[in-house]
């Protein structure tokens, strides 16, 4: 059973920078792409991007560019993702997810971590 | 206001069948996959359809998909209680270079 498995929840001051990481096995590390996505409060879900554990590609949703930076540490099998500029809009649970397609996009996520709450309050 | 549109809820007894509807357009379900997702109150979501009607090993045949040019449909019979929870479609848009989800459908097992 692959699992995916986030840090823990943060609470950060507007304006402030939030990055949330995502470890996952590492045998198939550099093999599938890993997403992004959050779900505000009673809200739906929302994708905010992708990056290419192999190389460290990245494609960024439109309403994300220039606030949010993905990154990877391969040899701890480790993604990240930073948020910046943060604003209590912001306030959401943070998801990762693994592609399913196995060295190209499939667009299907499978698995997903269990999430991370970022509060975003003065 | 999600780009894919999804009823807001729906219901139904123990043991029937229901159906969830996905309306896009030509630059997202109209040329892409559709995906759902099962997300239990309080949990992850979890991939149940993916490639418009592929199941992934353990998800049982109770749950089934179909696409028809811009719509997609999820099915899901024998209604158990432990199936309460929120659906959702998603599907790459060609246009807006993203994922898009729909707002999800909330599933009562009255």
């Known amino acids: 059973q692959v699992q995916l498995v986030q840090s823990g929840a943060e609470v950060k001051k507007p304006g402030a920078s939030v990055k949330v990481s995502c470890k996952a096995p590492g045998n198939t590390f550099i093999s599938h792409y890993m997403h992004w996505a959050r779900q505000a409060p009673g809200q739906g879900l929302e994708w905010m991007g992708t990056?290419?554990?192999?190389?460290?590609?990245?494609t960024y949703a439109q309403k994300f560019q220039g606030r949010v930076t993905m990154t990877r540490d391969t040899s701890t099998s480790t993604v990240y993702m930073e948020l910046s500029s943060l604003r209590s809009e912001d306030t959401a649970v943070y998801y990762c997810?693994?592609?399913?397609?196995?060295?190209?996009?499939?667009?299907?996520?499978?698995?997903w971590g269990q999430g991370t709450l970022v509060t975003v309050s003065s | 206001q999600s780009v894919l549109t999804q009823p807001p809820s729906v219901s139904a007894a123990p043991g029937q069948k229901v159906t969830i509807s996905c309306s896009g357009t030509n630059s997202n379900i109209g040329k892409n996959y559709v995906s759902w997702y099962q997300q239990l109150p309080g949990t992850a979501p979890k991939l149940l359809i993916y490639?418009?009607?592929k199941r992934p090993s353990g998800i049982p045949d109770r749950f089934s998909a179909s696409k028809s040019g811009t719509s997609a449909t999820l099915g899901i019979t024998g209604l158990q209680t432990g199936d309460e929870a929120d659906y959702y479609c998603?599907?790459?848009?060609?246009?807006?270079?993203?994922?898009?989800f729909g707002g999800g459908t909330k599933l009562t097992v009255l």
């Open positions: 490639d418009n009607d």
């Open positions: 998603g599907t790459w848009d060609s246009s807006l270079s993203g994922v898009v």
């Open positions: 997810a693994r592609d399913r397609g196995l060295g190209f996009l499939e667009w299907s996520f499978d698995p």
């Open positions: 990056m290419n554990p192999s190389d460290g590609s990245t």
